[in-house]
């Protein structure tokens, strides 16, 4: 499976920015697809998570409330909405997902894209 992430950019605070994530591959359908991102000199974090079918959806603390994720109409993309956007949450944003588990851990997602820079100005 391969996973694309796009949509990434220069924002200002406050802002509102949706960043993508396109599945392929022979098991692309069916997939529990995550957001984690990880800023400069910090530990990878978990930001949001969705179900194959888009039942259940796990928030991080930091961004409940501004962010929601979805899915695309094709089950194997998901979209990160994110709004009211701060400086804290300027990061590389991934993508993953995973065939058989779902959850807040990285390592419950064996696929992993390759990340979009989000950066956010006061």
């Known amino acids: 499976v391969q996973l694309q992430a796009s949509g990434g950019g220069l924002v200002q605070a406050g802002d509102s920015l949706r960043i993508s994530c396109s599945g392929s591959?022979?098991?692309?359908?069916?997939?529990?697809m995550a957001w984690f991102r990880q800023a400069p000199g910090k530990e990878r974090e978990f930001v949001a998570a969705?179900?194959?079918?888009?039942?259940?959806?796990l928030y991080g603390d930091a961004v409940k409330g501004r962010f929601a994720i979805s899915r695309g109409v094709d089950s194997n993309s998901a979209f990160l909405q994110m709004n009211n956007l701060n400086v804290e949450d300027t990061a590389v944003y991934y993508c993953?997902?995973?065939?058989?588990?779902?959850?807040?851990?990285?390592?419950?997602?064996?696929?992993w894209g390759q990340g979009t820079q989000v950066t956010v100005s006061s």
């Open positions: 993953a997902a995973d065939g058989t588990r779902w959850g807040i851990r990285a390592s419950m997602y064996d696929y």
């Open positions: 969705i179900t194959w079918n888009g039942g259940r959806v």
């Open positions: 591959g022979r098991t692309s359908n069916n997939l529990a």
